[in-house]
Every structure is written in structure tokens, then in C-alpha cells.
């Protein structure tokens, strides 16, 4: 019986929002990239959030013979024609940093008219088992580009998205607020059941 699940992360953000919703739920722990050895090199060089998910649970799973979990996301933009999309993470570059990428957006965003920021944060989750076909589930949560960043907490591109229905950017919500409505815990509440086929887990629900 497993009591932990890999999520081919190295990112600390994504495996603490993980965490907290697979402990709650299914008794279990979930670790990063960073707690096992003799890594390949992964590069995202597919053009969906489902395909790159797929590609990195996959390696990993086969790599070290376990179940696996990975996501891909990341924020689609109607004006901006999807973008950054699958190139979130690197939008202003290459080891862009959060605030690089979100002035980035921002630049993009001063063409567009007050009326058309319309946005949604983007997660594919994929689950990898040897032996067994990988799937996915997808997550979304939609809101409105920002005229600027508001709120400390989250990462990424959370204080440029104002959720309307909650008054807040994504960055003023506190962190277990964020994991009951963020797109990677819709994704993820929709992975449980999925885990639950797949194999044992002490769980509470």
C-alpha cells in the first residue's frame, strides 16, 4: 500500500497545494521532484497543458515504477488569444521570474480594451501507473486581468487575476481558501476518484 504519491514537480508551491487536499482527503502524503534521485532533464515541448502533464507523469512513472501524478498549467487570456498558455512559466523568458512574466502581461494588457480582460487559471492533472492507461482531468477558475497586482499571498500570476464573485484578486485569498476553488484543486478533487480505483489508500472519505 502506498501512503505517498509523487508529483513530478520540483516547484514547493504546487506540492504544499497538493498536499494539504490529498492529506485532507485520502490519508496520504504527496512529495516533489526534490525527494528522489538520477532525474532526467523533462523539457514541456508539447502544445497542451493535457500533453506536457501526460509526458512528465510518464517518465517519471516508468523511471521509478510507481504511481505518478504531474500537472501543466498555467493562465489563458481571451485577448491575448489563449497566451501565455503552456508558456506561462517562461512567458517573459527563459528562468523568467514571477514578477518578470506578470510585467510581461501587463505590457500585453495595455492594448486591450477595460472590457475584454476576461482570463482563466488552466490545470491539467495527469495520472501515470505502470502498467495502467494515463489519465487526466482538467481544472479551471475564471476571473479578469488586473490594471496591477494586488495581494501578498500565492505565486505565479494570482495577483494579477480578480476573481468578481469573490470581490478578490487570487493573491488576497488565504491559502486554504485558495485550495478550495484554485484550478489545480478543482483538478485535483477530480483525481481522487480516480486514485481510489487505482489502488488503496487509507481514506477518510
Known amino acids: ?7 513530478a514537480t520540483g516547484n514547493a508551491h504546487k506540492v504544499e497545494e497538493l498536499d494539504a487536499i490529498f492529506r485532507q482527503a485520502l490519508g496520504i502524503r504527496v512529495i516533489g521532484l526534490n525527494g528522489l534521485s538520477d ?3 523533462i523539457v514541456e515541448d508539447q502544445d497542451t497543458f493535457e500533453g506536457n502533464a501526460i509526458k512528465k507523469a510518464e517518465t517519471i512513472a516508468r523511471l521509478h515504477n ?8 498555467g493562465l489563458a487570456v481571451e485577448a491575448l ?34 472590457k475584454e480582460r476576461e482570463c482563466a ?20 477558475v475564471t476571473g479578469e ?29 488565504l491559502p486554504e481558501e485558495k485550495n478550495q476553488i484554485s484550478h489545480r484543486a478543482t483538478a485535483a478533487k477530480k483525481l481522487i476518484p480516480l486514485l481510489l480505483k487505482a489502488y488503496s489508500f487509507p481514506t477518510s472519505i
Open 81 to 114: 488569444e489563449g497566451a501565455p498558455g503552456v508558456y506561462s512559466a517562461r512567458y517573459a523568458g527563459e528562468n523568467a521570474t514571477d514578477r518578470e512574466n506578470n510585467r510581461k502581461l501587463l505590457r500585453e494588457m495595455e492594448k486591450v480594451g477595460a
Open 1 to 7: 500500500m502506498w501512503n505517498e504519491l509523487v508529483f
Open 39 to 41: 532525474l532526467p532533464e
Open 121 to 140: 487559471f488552466v490545470c491539467a492533472l495527469a495520472l501515470a501507473i505502470p502498467g495502467e492507461p494515463t489519465q487526466t482531468v482538467r481544472g479551471e
Open 66 to 73: 510507481r504511481p505518478v501524478a504531474a500537472d501543466d498549467s
Open 145 to 173: 486581468i488586473t490594471l496591477e497586482p494586488r495581494g501578498n499571498y500565492g505565486f505565479g500570476y494570482d495577483p494579477m487575476v480578480y476573481l468578481p464573485e469573490l470581490d478578490r484578486t487570487v493573491a488576497e485569498l
